[in-house]
Nanobody
Framework: QVQLVESGGGLVQAGGSLRLSCAASGLIFSDFTLGWFRQAPGMEREFVAAIRWRGDITTYADSVKGRFTISRDNAKNMGYLQMNSLEPEDTAVYYC????????????WGQGAQVTVSS
C-alpha cells in the first residue's frame, strides 16, 4: 500500500532552519505531485508548497515564499521541505501528500511531523 512518512521535525528557535523529509513507497513516485501542508492548533489545515510530478513547477503559500524551498529526488522516492528563517507562526504539524500527476487532488497523506518554533 502507499505510504508517506515524514521526518525531520522538531523544536527550533526563531530564525533557525529545519528540513523535513517525506519518504514515499508503494507508488511510482515520479508520477505524483508532492505537496506539503500544515495544521496549527485550533486552525484548519493549510497549503504550504507543492512540486509538480515532473519537478518543473513549484508553488508556495505567500506566507512561506522566500523562506521555504520544496524539492524532490525521484530516484530516491523522497521529497523535502527546507524551512529557513522560521517564525513562531510556522509552528504546526506538517504533512506531506501526493496526488497523481496534474489531477489537482491529494490522495495520499503522511502521518505528520511536529515543527515547533520558539520565540
Amino acid at each position: 500500500q502507499v505510504q508517506l512518512v515524514e521526518s525531520g521535525g522538531g523544536l527550533v528557535q526563531a530564525g533557525g532552519s529545519l528540513r523535513l523529509s517525506c519518504a514515499a513507497s508503494g507508488l511510482i513516485f515520479s508520477d505524483f505531485t508532492l505537496g506539503w501542508f500544515r495544521q496549527a492548533p485550533g486552525m484548519e489545515r493549510e497549503f504550504v508548497a507543492a512540486i509538480r510530478w515532473r519537478g518543473d513547477i513549484t508553488t508556495y503559500a505567500d506566507s512561506v515564499k522566500g523562506r521555504f524551498t520544496i524539492s524532490r529526488d525521484n530516484a530516491k522516492n523522497m521529497g523535502y521541505l527546507q524551512m529557513n528563517s522560521l517564525e513562531p507562526e510556522d509552528t504546526a504539524v506538517y504533512y506531506c501528500a501526493s496526488g497523481y500527476r496534474d489531477s489537482g487532488r491529494y490522495d495520499y497523506w503522511g502521518q505528520g511531523a511536529q515543527v515547533t518554533v520558539s520565540s
